[in-house]
């Protein structure tokens, strides 16, 4: 799997050939087609793969998420870390990025098996939003606003930084709109222990 992602990372994820793969490993590309019968296979690997890291990286914020109970700060800053963590897990690696998150190999689809694994990590943190009332097109919105901060970064930053300082901001603005008692709790909490 790493040459798989080596050489995604080297010549885009459409480049990753049969040949290529079995050079990486020291096999020829017919030994390679005893593993993956075809390209998308090999994708739909990288694919599981790529679902597994997230999982992976996301799962202690999401216990985070589990710990802060019924807090309205603990609650707030838990949100906050996951949107950081996505954001994170996204940026360290542009091409898995494109696999998991974007449509860039024309006629991929990833099997059933794999497939499960982008939904589990979905649901990771949609779960805990709809624990707390949010319906399903705030949580597609949710979606939206992180996966685009993340594609501005990848795309458009130059190591500034700007896009991640927006992230903060983003998700007061959410939870203020999907989650308005949420917010005045916090608020009225930290206004309490301020004084």
């Excluded at 998991?100 to 059933?112: C, K, N």
């Excluded at 499960?116 to 979606?143: K, N, P, Y």
Aim: with cysteine; net charge negative; glycine share 8%.
């Amino acid at each position: 799997m790493t040459a798989a992602w080596q050489l995604g990372r080297a010549h885009g994820l459409s480049g990753v050939s049969m040949r290529d793969l079995g050079a990486a490993v020291g096999m020829s590309a017919q030994s390679i087609y005893f593993y993956f019968g075809s390209k998308d296979e090999i994708h739909d690997v990288m694919f599981a793969d790529g679902y597994r890291a997230a999982l992976a990286h996301l799962a202690p914020y999401a216990e985070q998420f589990d710990a802060a109970g019924t807090d309205p700060v603990d609650l707030v800053e838990a949100i906050r870390a996951s949107a950081h963590g996505f954001f994170e897990f996204c940026v360290s690696d542009h091409t898995r990025y494109e696999l998991l998150f974007q449509r860039t190999i024309r006629g991929f689809e990833p099997s059933a098996e794999s497939y499960t694994l982008a939904s589990e990590f979905l649901d990771l943190l949609a779960s805990r939003l709809a624990r707390l009332g949010v319906e399903q097109a705030g949580i597609d919105l949710w979606t939206a606003v992180m996966s685009g901060l993340t594609s501005q970064h990848l795309a458009n930053d130059a190591g500034t930084g700007r896009w991640e300082e927006l992230l903060d901001g983003a998700v007061d603005m959410l939870i203020l709109r999907l989650l308005p008692n949420l917010h005045r709790r916090a608020t009225a909490k930290i206004k309490r222990s301020t004084r």
